[in-house]
C-alpha cells in the first residue's frame, strides 16, 4: 500500500483507506476504476465466466467483453471461473492506485479452464 495525500484535508493516509482518518471524508484517495476483460478466442470458448470482485458476484463475461466498475483504491482480489463441467476457478489480488483505472486481463487454460489473470 501507498501514502497519499488526501484529497480534501491532505492529510497523509494508505491509498486503500476507506474513509479520511482526520476529515472523515469517504474515498480520501479519489475513487478507482477496475475493468475487467476477457480475452477472446478463435474458438469455442463460448462458456460464461463467472467474476466476482472482493466476493461480490458480478455476473458473467463473454470472450472479447469486459466489465467496469468503480472501486475504493487499495487491494482488490479478483475471482473468475468457467461455468461449466469440472473447470478450475482462481482468484489473484490486484492493488488498483486511486485515481487510475486498472484493466485486468482474464484468459482461461485450455487444460483445465483455470483462469490466468495479467494486469495491464
Ligand atoms: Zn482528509
Do not use: Y
Not at 466476493?55 to 471461473?81: F, K
Amino acid at each position: 500500500m501507498a501514502m497519499i495525500p488526501c484529497r480534501e484535508c491532505g492529510e497523509t493516509i494508505s491509498d486503500g483507506a476507506p474513509t479520511c482518518p482526520k476529515c472523515g471524508i469517504p474515498s480520501p484517495g479519489g475513487q478507482a476504476r477496475l475493468e475487467i476483460k476477457r480475452a477472446s478466442r478463435l474458438m469455442g470458448a463460448l462458456v460464461p465466466l463467472n467474476v466476482w470482485v472482493d466476493s461480490n458476484d458480478m455476473g458473467t463475461i463473454s470472450p472479447g467483453n469486459s466489465i467496469s466498475l468503480t472501486v475504493a483504491p487499495g487491494v482488490h482480489r479478483i475471482e473468475c471461473q468457467l461455468l461449466q463441467g469440472h473447470n478450475k476457478g482462481g482468484a489473484e489480488e490486484f492493488h488498483v492506485p486511486a485515481g487510475k483505472h486498472l484493466t485486468v486481463n482474464v484468459s482461461t487454460s485450455k487444460w483445465n479452464g483455470a483462469p490466468i489473470f495479467s494486469a495491464e
